[in-house]
């Protein structure tokens, strides 16, 4: 599969839910995290962002949130541009922040409530809904994610996994258009690794909008329909479906997402393709 040209800027139609033109981004320092970066995404795509520790998966998806606005570029959502002068008024602020959910790789980041009904109803706590539909919708979201038993404790005493369920559900509860989760099987066993594949495709079945860095290539296709990969010199290097990614084996080990690995059998010996495990990662 040829890689796509970071030159090109793919068309942005009315249906857009985001658009990145030309994006770069440096840290304080000069330290680069993305370098021209363009891509759009249309409603109902589930996206994966692929990419090595430090390529800048993160950095993109913190973006696309509002958390970080570009060095250079645009980034636009739902037709409107990120920048500090819209993201400070309140009234688009907090109609983006109604449309748009993002769950951390850490759970700790975004938990701070004294107990986990606490943590799910901060949100809808804020608009205009009563405390009885708050109730239900707690109700609802927690029952949906599994998490009803856990509504009376505290966030902080809970397992790994769990807390990670209670942040996804502290989001969901707002029912956005679009979904950011940043690796969200890091750090997770294996059931609740499949908990988290069902539970994406259950969202992407009713519409919502899924973008996802990861670097656990063996759940790709059960996770996401496009990938994104971004390379070590944080440029854009690929844009394509799931499979089309996966059977690039030259984009896979020049992006250092799979290194080869050689078995000797007798006389005679074959290369494998490994993916990376991507258990601990730590991106931009």
Same mark, same amino acid.
């Given at each position: /599969?040829?890689?796509?040209? %970071?030159?090109?800027?793919?068309?942005?139609?009315?249906? +857009?839910?985001?658009?990145?033109?030309?994006?770069?981004?440096?840290?304080?320092?000069?330290?680069?995290?993305?370098?021209?970066?363009?891509?759009?995404?249309?409603?109902?795509?589930?996206?994966?962002?692929? =990419?090595?520790? =430090?390529?800048?998966?993160?950095?993109?998806?913190?973006?696309?949130?509002?958390?970080?606005?570009?060095?250079?570029?645009?980034?636009?959502?739902?037709?409107?541009?990120?920048?500090?002068?819209?993201?400070?008024?309140?009234? /688009?602020?907090?109609?983006?922040?109604?449309?748009?959910?993002?769950?951390?790789?850490?759970?700790?980041?975004?938990?701070?409530?004294? %107990?986990?009904?606490?943590?799910?109803?901060?949100?809808?706590? !804020? %608009?205009?809904?009563? *405390? *009885?539909?708050?109730? !239900?919708?707690?109700?609802?979201?927690? !029952?949906?994610?599994?998490?009803?038993?856990?509504?009376?404790?505290?966030?902080?005493?809970?397992?790994? =996994? *769990?807390?990670?369920?209670?942040?996804?559900?502290?989001?969901?509860?707002?029912?956005?258009?679009?979904?950011?989760?940043?690796?969200?099987?890091?750090?997770?066993?294996?059931?609740?690794?499949?908990?988290?594949?069902?539970?994406?495709?259950?969202?992407?079945?009713?519409?919502?909008? #899924? #973008?996802?860095? +990861?670097?656990?290539?063996?759940?790709?296709?059960?996770?996401?329909?496009?990938?994104?990969?971004?390379? *070590?010199?944080? %440029?854009?290097?690929?844009?394509?479906?799931?499979?089309? #990614?996966?059977?690039?084996?030259?984009?896979?080990?020049?992006?250092?997402?799979?290194?080869?690995?050689?078995?000797?059998? =007798?006389?005679?010996?074959?290369?494998?393709?490994?993916?990376?495990?991507?258990?601990?990662?730590?991106?931009?």
């Amino acid at each position: /599969m040829d890689t796509v040209s %970071t030159g090109t800027m793919p068309q942005v139609t009315a249906q +857009t839910v985001f658009s990145v033109e030309h994006v770069s981004y440096r840290y304080p320092g000069g330290v680069v995290a993305l370098e021209d970066v363009s891509l759009v995404v249309r409603p109902g795509e589930q996206v994966a962002v692929l =990419g090595a520790n =430090g390529s800048g998966k993160s950095t993109l998806l913190k973006m696309l949130n509002g958390l970080v606005v570009p060095t250079s570029g645009r980034v636009r959502a739902f037709g409107e541009e990120l920048n500090d002068r819209t993201l400070r008024d309140d009234t /688009m602020a907090r109609k983006f922040r109604a449309r748009v959910g993002f769950v951390f790789q850490n759970p700790d980041s975004q938990l701070f409530c004294a %107990t986990v009904r606490d943590e799910i109803a901060f949100g809808p706590l !804020q %608009t205009e809904l009563t *405390e *009885e539909e708050v109730f !239900q919708r707690v109700q609802d979201v927690a !029952q949906m994610v599994g998490i009803t038993p856990l509504l009376d404790r505290s966030p902080y005493h809970l397992s790994g =996994g *769990e807390k990670k369920r209670v942040a996804l559900a502290s989001v969901l509860v707002m029912n956005p258009d679009a979904l950011l989760l940043d690796e969200p099987t890091a750090g997770l066993d294996p059931r609740s690794q499949s908990w988290l594949v069902d539970t994406l495709a259950a969202l992407a079945a009713v519409g919502k909008t #899924i #973008i996802l860095s +990861t670097q656990h290539l063996e759940l790709l296709p059960h996770m996401a329909k496009r990938a994104v990969v971004l390379g *070590e010199d944080h %440029t854009l290097q690929a844009d394509g479906s799931v499979g089309e #990614i996966l059977q690039d084996e030259a984009l896979l080990l020049r992006t250092n997402l799979a290194h080869a690995h050689f078995h000797r059998h =007798g006389t005679t010996g074959h290369v494998h393709l490994h993916y990376h495990a991507g258990e601990h990662e730590h991106d931009h």
